[in-house]
């Protein structure tokens, strides 16, 4: 099982990013599935976690400026985030819970992290 993160690279100031995770593998349910970032010197930190029913968790420090789009039936998780700011600069991870077999309770599982910079 393992997730995949694509996207991200040098951004402007003000301008906007997209970044997609697939979870792959032997799945047999994915329950949350959402983004975490570092920014250089700190903690990650939450970006924003989808459920699988179609709700979502948003960090007050993106919301208004973030959207999520998550595809159950592709096992992906899609984050859109605009008015990019050097503060915005981080690693962002992609994160799931899932579980490999029915019997099995689902645990957490981390992607390995795309860089996005923002700066001019």
């Known amino acids: 099982v393992q997730l995949q993160a694509s996207g991200g690279g040098l951004v402007q100031p003000g301008g906007s990013l997209r970044l997609s995770c697939l979870a792959s593998?032997?799945?047999?349910?994915?329950?949350?599935m959402g983004w975490y970032r570092e920014p250089p010197g700190k903690p990650r930190e939450l970006v924003g976690i989808?459920?699988?029913?179609?709700?979502?968790n948003i960090a007050d420090s993106v919301k208004g400026r973030a959207t999520f789009s998550r595809d159950n039936a592709k096992n992906t998780v899609d984050l859109q985030m605009s008015s990019l700011s050097p503060e915005d600069t981080a690693v962002y991870y992609c994160?799931?819970?899932?579980?490999?077999?029915?019997?099995?309770?689902?645990?957490?599982?981390w992607g390995t992290g795309t860089l996005v910079t923002v700066s001019s």
């Open positions: 994160y799931a819970v899932m579980s490999t077999e029915p019997t099995t309770s689902r645990k957490g599982y």
């Open positions: 593998g032997n799945i047999f349910s994915i329950g949350a």
């Open positions: 989808t459920t699988s029913d179609g709700g979502a």
